[in-house]
């Protein structure tokens, strides 16, 4: 399973963009999908998450202001995100969970300048 995440990039405080994560590979029924990120020197943290069915989960520093969803069709998951601030600068991480097994993308920077 490959995971291609796209759609980072640099924006001013205030903005928005809208990543997207496509897998790819032995891909059978994907259970929940989700972003994380990682700011540097810290730890890398659950932004959202999304489940088969819909149900969302998000961190309360982004409540309102990200959406995650997903297209069960195109085995992609997307985070988009608005009213950007400074201190949502990290590298983002989208990850899938499949049959027991959890699967990472690489990295997608997102630098918000204020």
């Known amino acids: 399973v490959q995971l291609q995440a796209s759609g980072g990039g640099l924006v001013q405080a205030g903005g928005s963009l809208r990543l997207s994560c496509a897998a790819s590979g032995s891909i059978f029924s994907i259970n929940g999908m989700g972003w994380y990120r990682q700011a540097p020197g810290n730890e890398r943290e659950l932004v959202a998450t999304?489940?088969?069915?819909?149900?969302?989960n998000y961190i309360d520093s982004v409540k309102g202001r990200f959406t995650i969803s997903r297209d069960n069709a195109k085995n992609t998951v997307y985070l988009q995100m608005d009213s950007l601030k400074p201190e949502d600068t990290a590298v983002y991480f989208c990850?899938?969970?499949?049959?027991?097994?959890?699967?990472w993308g690489k990295g997608t920077q997102v630098t918000v300048s204020s």
């Open positions: 990850a899938i969970g499949q049959r027991g097994k959890e699967y």
């Open positions: 999304v489940t088969r069915d819909g149900r969302t």
